[in-house]
């Protein structure tokens, strides 16, 4: 990154100088993501009840508004280059970029080994993806002025490396945002659920049906479940409750569930209920 600043510098090269900026926040996702797998690492306690699992999603919200941030500031510029152009030294630009394709290409290797499931993870692995397409796209802009000396192939260049960061961006925005919104996680049909958790023979209805993600890989359920009363009187409720989980489970891939089992009549005086 350091050297990427100097040549960055010296050879008037915008693209280098935002494949730098970017280099910055790849480092500081790193740093970000490790610290917020520590904190998910971190036991339950009576005041944190799901601990700190949630701080893996808050890494990589921030690590999506950094990229719409830095991508603004470089197109920007990039755009009142392409109308006035400065000088740009293609050489230099060439064999820094290159040098750049082959670090990310080793660290893009690496962390595509990691579980990318997680999406703190995958935060970190977009941002250095993201900087590995910006330095390709660099290489090409330092050959094209290198030999053709057309001078706004670096703006167009850093252009590029926009497009690409906003792309991330907007993927880890709408999986984080879904996530701290308490969305159902994608993919997942909420009428489908409803429908086999009414299967089980004693159930009538169900209502108050929520689904969310805690963090990555760990869907949540809670449910107002509707029996009828002899359940209530025969003991049969605790079997209906070991269908409806193992249900949620082996179907849905939903094993933290909490459902309240009630009575036909209880309805009618319940406060605040939703009965969708």
Not at 202 to 219: C, I, K, Y
Not at 225 to 242: E, Q, R
Request: some cysteine.
């Amino acid at each position: 990154m350091i050297v990427e600043v100097v040549v960055a510098i010296i050879a008037g090269s915008l693209a280098l100088l935002s494949d730098a900026g970017h280099m910055l926040t790849d480092a500081a996702a790193i740093a970000g993501s490790l610290i917020a797998i520590r904190l998910a690492a971190r036991p339950t306690s009576a005041n944190w009840t799901f601990g700190f699992k949630r701080a893996e999603i808050l890494s990589a919200a921030v690590n999506g508004i950094t990229l719409v941030v830095i991508s603004a500031v470089v197109a920007i510029e990039a755009i009142r280059r392409l109308f006035q152009p400065p000088p740009v030294e293609g050489g230099p630009v060439l064999i820094v970029a290159l040098l750049g394709v082959a670090v990310n290409l080793v660290t893009v290797w690496v962390l595509a080994k990691a579980n990318r499931s997680s999406l703190n993870i995958e935060g970190s692995f977009q941002h250095i993806l993201t900087d590995l397409y910006g330095f390709i796209a660099t290489v090409i802009a330092g050959f094209v002025i290198l030999f053709t000396e057309f001078t706004r192939a670096d703006a167009i260049a850093s252009l590029i490396v926009v497009v690409l960061m906003l792309r991330a961006a907007w993927g880890l925005l709408r999986d984080s945002g879904r996530i701290l919104l308490e969305g159902v996680p994608e993919g997942v049909d909420l009428s489908e659920i409803r429908a086999h958790l009414m299967r089980p023979e004693h159930v009538v209805d169900v209502h108050d049906l929520h689904l969310w993600t805690v963090t990555s890989d760990l869907p949540a359920l809670s449910a107002h479940v509707i029996l009828s009363d002899d359940c209530f009187y025969d003991g049969h409720a605790p079997k209906v409750l070991d269908e409806l989980q193992e249900c949620l489970a082996g179907h849905f891939d939903v094993e933290h569930s909490t459902f309240q089992f009630e009575p036909a009549d209880h309805t009618a005086h319940e406060h605040g209920a939703d009965h969708r």
